[in-house]
């Protein structure tokens, strides 16, 4: 069993930065090596929606959305996962998750997977930007 913990939001201003963290936990440091770990994000009365991933060899791919203005990063020593989000705007609003997929796919599948395919799921970190 895994579990994830997400840290790093708050409330910032359009045109701000933050960086979420996702630690795990409960997975050896040669299994999170292992994982393709990816940020997801819902915005209140909207589905889940992908933001980027990252595989276990640091191979990166994002939502058309953040392209440009987000970047996914890992430490595996530390069993963490990161999302540095810069020029934030309001349709950035949501809670972000951080989830595992143990499986191997090709990158842009990450986009299009349905979220059930995910073996483990974060509770959340809020990040509300106001304009």
């Known amino acids: 069993q895994v579990q994830l913990v997400e840290s790093g939001g708050g409330l910032v201003q359009a045109g701000d930065s933050l960086r979420l963290s996702c630690a795990a936990s409960g997975a050896s440091g040669r299994t999170f090596n292992r994982y393709t770990m990816a940020w997801f994000r819902q915005a209140p009365g909207k589905e889940r929606e992908f933001v980027a991933v990252i595989t276990w060899t640091g191979g990166t791919y994002y939502a058309d959305s953040v392209k440009g203005r987000f970047t996914i990063s890992r430490d595996n020593a530390k069993n963490t996962v990161y999302l540095q989000m810069n020029s934030l705007n309001s349709e950035d609003t949501a809670v972000y998750y951080c989830?595992?997929?143990?499986?191997?796919?090709?990158?842009?599948?990450?986009?299009?997977?349905?979220?059930?395919?995910?073996?483990?799921w974060g509770q959340g970190t809020q990040v509300t930007v106001s304009s």
């Open positions: 989830a595992v997929d143990s499986a191997v796919r090709a990158l842009p599948t990450y986009a299009r997977i349905p979220t059930s395919l995910y073996d483990y």
